[in-house]
């Protein structure tokens, strides 16, 4: 009888863990203050009812981390609850936790705050967010490598994987995926891309 597994415990509810509630006051001022106690996206001084809210979200194994946190107002973070498109399951997760793991993360969530902030517009034009989250994707994976310089903590190892093509799929898909449907439906060009050898 010893066989038997044992039920998996129920997960404490955040507003009943300590530590994750301290955690969030602490935080709060911190970011609020980051980004002048307005909304990160319609830009709105709210200062009581702002809270942290994730930039990569929690299905793309977004951590509850400063670096992914900004402060968003209640109908800003319910607009982006329901954008459509948005995929609660995304595919090659191993490839987004890898992408999140360079020390481009930084970069990374440039990306993500594109998507959102274009999906979020009213009036949406699936052209110019391609072209923006084209552009960043492409600074990211080294097709303008010598323009901007890169920083000095990106190793050789980190180069290999960010400049293939599977880096540049991972995150240009997912951060597609946080578009409206309309967005991917119109058809999603990448932009040219140069191997580390100057082929095209
Ligand atoms: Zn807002």
Same mark, same amino acid.
């Given at each position: 009888?010893?066989?038997?597994?044992?039920? =998996? +415990? #129920?997960?404490?509810?955040?507003?009943?863990? @300590?530590?994750?509630?301290?955690?969030? %006051?602490?935080?709060?001022?911190? *970011?609020?203050?980051?980004?002048?106690?307005?909304?990160?996206?319609?830009?709105?001084?709210?200062?009581?009812?702002?809270?942290?809210?994730?930039?990569?979200?929690?299905?793309?194994?977004?951590?509850?981390?400063?670096?992914?946190?900004?402060?968003?107002?209640?109908?800003?973070?319910?607009?982006?609850?329901?954008?459509?498109?948005?995929? =609660? +399951? #995304?595919?090659?997760?191993?490839?987004?936790? @890898?992408?999140?793991?360079?020390?481009? %993360?930084?970069?990374?969530?440039? *990306?993500?705050?594109?998507?959102?902030?274009?999906?979020?517009?009213?009036?949406?034009?699936?052209?110019?967010?391609?072209?923006?989250?084209?552009?960043?994707?492409?600074?990211?994976?080294?097709?303008?490598?010598?323009?901007?310089?890169?920083?000095?903590?990106?190793?050789?190892?980190?180069?290999?994987?960010?400049?293939?093509?599977?880096?540049?799929?991972?995150?240009?898909?997912?951060?597609?995926?946080?578009?409206?449907?309309?967005?991917?439906?119109?058809?999603?060009?990448?932009?040219?891309?140069?191997?580390?050898?100057?082929?095209?």
């Amino acid at each position: 009888m010893s066989n038997i597994p044992s039920l =998996p +415990q #129920p997960r404490t509810p955040w507003w009943r863990d @300590r530590g994750f509630r301290a955690f969030m %006051r602490e935080t709060r001022h911190e *970011i609020l203050a980051q980004w002048g106690y307005d909304c990160a996206f319609c830009a709105r001084f709210n200062v009581r009812r702002l809270q942290p809210r994730r930039i990569v979200p929690k299905s793309y194994f977004g951590p509850y981390q400063l670096w992914n946190l900004w402060p968003l107002c209640p109908r800003c973070s319910r607009r982006r609850h329901e954008m459509k498109g948005t995929s =609660p +399951q #995304p595919e090659r997760l191993e490839d987004i936790k @890898r992408v999140l793991s360079t020390p481009l %993360r930084l970069d990374v969530l440039k *990306i993500f705050k594109t998507a959102a902030e274009y999906a979020l517009e009213d009036e949406y034009d699936s052209r110019d967010a391609s072209k923006a989250i084209a552009g960043r994707v492409s600074c990211l994976v080294g097709f303008m490598r010598e323009d901007p310089p890169r920083s000095e903590d990106i190793t050789p190892d980190s180069w290999a994987w960010l400049g293939s093509s599977a880096a540049w799929d991972a995150v240009f898909q997912n951060a597609c995926r946080l578009l409206p449907a309309e967005g991917q439906a119109a058809g999603w060009t990448r932009c040219p891309r140069r191997t580390k050898d100057g082929a095209a």
